[in-house]
């Protein structure tokens, strides 16, 4: 009902909406009927643009109405303001029924941008292919007076992004002979301002002065984006426009040969032929000659950026070219790999000149890109670069998102070339982590597919603690910055044999400090870990309750889960034993935030069963271990999914099927440890408290003490009269007031089906037995235990329920 009348609602609104835009249209089309277009004409395109643009559903406008904006946009009468404007409503209404544009025979470059760019808004591809053909067409020839190329190129920019096969080998041709030219041959003199048109404007003026550098010396070389003018010329904005578009087009056109030329045009074949050139004597054809220039711009801007500019802006414009021309040159030299020698050595320059220089840190990925790509061809020993890259840059700059964003984005694009080539980047990982640890949310994506590159058996031990201390990680990340804000008389720290009050006295404190660096550690160090942590986390729950400090935590479980799947490919028997030995150690040393607790023991707990079913004999091995965690009634409360799964993978494996060490005496040491904690959770003492234990863990102590017992028949008796007594236990008050009846009902039912196997010794030791080469029949049995044992139960007993007391 709400829903009906709700879109009711929006309908009659809706309705209301395009009427009134349509009023208000055919005002807007009264006014551009009118003679002479003026103020209010504009303004009343300007609103309706505005109403068009923020309309959410689809823009209805009458016929008329649009072929009246076409008309006005194409019409040399038109003020170009208005011109403007009706293309920009055009483009808002795309995809439109009624546009009937054609740039087929457009002159003028001005129009020629406008009407291209409502068409290329209808995203149909003959309509780009169109625009692209006509925008090379005009450009190919000499432009008359007053006619600037500057509108196209961001024209032909949108075709080569929206459909480069558009565009055949000789337009590109032609376009590349002009971005050569464009690049290498503008003016090294300033542009002339613009006559005011006043009393004293005068068509003399001055000469125009040279260009300059941003650090205001006079320009002695040719021009680029980063030479400076009061005033630019039309081929200097071209020689910008150019640059700005020159990696997309080497992309698309610089490295393959295009096969869409007319074999019937002969006129078009000649001008192919006749456009290769001369450079030094050598003949280039148009690609590879846009190559040499584009090269040379390069190198140019590099140089250009080792100066300190006047303006502070200046900076960031330098460090952003920096970083296009070094992805330029890395495209240019995998085009063509005699380049390669040439940029090695002036890349190695550069980056020995700025790798001092935080500011410089994202210039830094580009320059590791190229050596990446092109060291082996140059037979040039790259780990240098790599090792700064790594070590320097995550350590100092974990903070800065949109730098951590990019840093992580290039080593996951080039994390099987760095596996293949070096061993920095595995052992790296703790500085990349401290990305993922500061920036949680945006980051986890990207580990998700980064961290099976940084697993391999010398790193999966400091990787598993690493990601269990992850939050723990970004507590200390935040200590360290405030540290590092401290002024300097602050940062001698306190008392070295007191006990240091708060985090920021405890960052440099003896005690702590061994502790802070392990964790904030650049590179793998497992030989010189720390004894314990445990001091470190207690210290830093303070900032538990940290909104980063949570959601760092959140990404853990995630990357644990991953983690186990990607060791299991690999992991040998010794390994599998650490991470098992591990997993029950580090349960009980986690940073304390409970809701992260609770996730990790539920990861924690069903990736034990998984490492013990890819080696059921460390349950042998490992026993004193796992005697010890089992043993203890406090895991059952705090870690159930450990204790669980883990209670399930004893009664799962420990069995001669699967080890021939065990022995009955093991069987026996196991099932009396777990027999002593169910006793202890089920016992109904005068005066004492019932602890809380999930009903899940009851039933799986009772399952594995019957499947033990199973195993070494001696031990029957003990776990019948246990499982029969377990009716007083669910109606005793002190457990009715603690469990509901459902769950109190699934353990009665599961000791009545467990006690009525036993009485059937031979059976249950069936049931129960491994299914390790077993029959058809038995593998059925244990995958659908369940069924099996009220089956049985049905059997012994057609009144289901009646336990012995």
């Known amino acids: 009902m709400f829903t009906a009348a709700a879109e009711s609602f929006l309908r009659q609104a809706r309705e209301i909406q395009e009427e009134e835009l349509r009023r208000f249209a055919a005002r807007v089309s009264a006014l551009l009927q009118g003679p002479e277009p003026g103020p209010e004409a504009v303004d009343g395109l300007q609103r309706l643009h505005l109403t068009v643009a923020a309309t959410k559903y689809p823009r209805k406008l009458d016929g008329e109405f649009v072929e ?36 087929d025979e457009i002159q003028d470059t001005k129009l020629l941008s406008l009407v291209s760019s409502v068409l290329l808004a209808q995203e149909n591809k003959d309509e780009v292919a169109a625009v692209g053909q006509r925008v090379v067409k005009v450009l190919e020839r000499k432009l008359p007076e007053g006619q600037s190329a500057r509108f ?57 002065a040279p260009i300059t550098e941003m650090d205001g010396a006079v320009a002695t070389d040719f021009f680029t984006v980063l030479s400076v003018a009061q005033h630019y010329t039309q081929d200097q904005w071209l020689n910008m426009q150019s640059f700005s578009m020159l990696r997309n087009w080497l992309l698309c056109y610089g490295g393959k040969e295009l096969s869409t030329l007319n074999p019937d045009d002969k006129a078009g074949k000649d001008r192919t032929v006749t456009s290769v050139v001369s450079t030094a004597g050598q003949l280039l054809p ?84 190229f050596f990446l790509n092109h060291s082996k061809l140059a037979a040039v020993d790259s780990n240098a670069i790599y090792k700064h890259l790594f070590t320097d840059i995550p350590a100092q700059l974990f903070h800065n998102s949109s730098l951590a964003f990019e840093f992580v984005q290039f080593c996951k694009d080039n994390s099987q070339l760095f596996t293949d080539s070096s061993r920095i980047f595995r052992q790296s990982f703790p500085n990349l982590f401290k990305f993922l640890a500061w920036n949680s949310p945006p980051l986890i994506s990207e580990f998700v597919d980064l961290l099976p590159f940084l697993l391999d058996p010398g790193t999966a031990i400091e990787i598993f603690h690493l990601l269990l201390d992850l939050p723990c990680l970004t507590a200390a990340l935040d200590i360290q910055l405030r540290a590092a804000a401290l ?99 580090r349960s009980d040393q986690l940073y304390e935030i409970p809701a992260f607790k609770e996730d990790v023991y539920r990861v924690l707990g069903s990736q034990l069963a998984v490492l013990c079913g890819l080696r059921p004999a460390l349950v042998v091995e490992l026993s004193t271990e796992i005697l010890e ?46 027999e002593a904690v169910l006793f202890e959770i089920t016992q109904l003492r005068p005066q004492a408290s019932t602890p809380s234990c999930a009903p899940r863990a ?46 109190l009902e699934e353990i009665l039912i599961r000791a009545t089906e467990l006690m009525n196997l036993l009485k059937m010794p031979s059976v ?3 049931v129960f037995t491994p299914p390790v080469a077993s029959t058809r029949f038995q593998r059925e049995v244990n995958e659908s235990l369940p069924s099996a044992l009220r089956m049985v139960t049905q059997l012994l007993e057609p009144a289901a329920g009646s336990v012995p007391v």
């Open 698 to 743: 009851i039933s799986a102590l009772m399952a594995t003490l019957t499947k033990l017992a199973a195993r070494s028949q001696d031990l029957i008796p003990r776990v019948s009269m246990f499982l029969s007594k377990m009716r007083t236990f669910v109606q005793s008050p002190v457990v009715t007031s603690v469990y509901c009846e459902e769950d």
């Open 487 to 585: 002024p300097a008389s602050d940062k001698a720290g306190g008392d070295p044999a007191g006990k240091p009050a708060t985090c920021l006295e405890a960052f440099r404190h003896p005690l702590y400090k061994s502790m802070f660096q392990h964790l904030l550690r650049t590179t793998s160090a497992p030989q010189d870990a720390p004894e314990s942590l445990v001091p470190l986390r207690l210290l830093l729950g303070s900032l538990a309750g940290s909104p980063r400090v949570v959601q760092c935590a959140e990404t853990v479980p995630v990357l644990l889960e991953l983690f186990f799947r990607v060791v299991a490919e690999f992991a040998d028997e010794s390994l599998l034993n650490q991470l098992v030995v591990l997993l029950l150690q």
């Open 286 to 369: 148009p690609r590879e000659r846009l190559r040499d220039k584009a090269f040379e711009y390069c190198q140019r801007l590099i140089e250009q950026s080792n100066r300190r500019p006047l303006k502070k802006d200046d900076g960031d414009l330098q460090k952003a070219c920096l970083i296009e021309a070094v992805t330029i040159m890395d495209i240019i030299c995998k085009q063509d790999s005699s380049y390669v020698c040439r940029a090695v050595s002036f890349l190695k320059i550069l980056h020995s000149r700025i790798c001092g220089d935080a500011t410089y840190a994202r210039a830094l990925l580009p320059i590791a890109q």
């Open 68 to 103: 009246l904006l076409q008309t006005v946009l194409c019409s040399p009468k038109s003020p170009e303001q208005i011109r403007v404007l009706c293309a920009a409503i055009l483009r808002e209404m795309s995809p439109c029924n009624d546009l009937i544009l054609s740039c």
């Open 152 to 208: 196209l190129l961001p024209v032909l920019a949108n075709v080569i992004s929206l459909s480069p096969e558009s565009l055949t080998e000789e337009q590109t041709n032609v376009v590349s002979k002009k971005l050569a030219d464009w690049l290498r041959y503008a003016s090294i003199q300033q542009g002339m301002a613009q006559p005011s048109g006043g009393f004293f404007s005068s068509p003399r003026t001055k000469q125009p």
């Open 764 to 766: 249950a030791q069936f």
């Open 629 to 674: 965690f089992s043993g203890a009634v406090s895991n059952i409360q705090g870690k159930e999914a450990i204790f669980t799964h883990m209670v399930w993978a004893i009664g799962e494996y420990l069995s001669v099927s699967y080890d021939r060490r065990c022995t009955v005496e093991q069987i026996t040491r196991f099932f009396e440890t777990l």
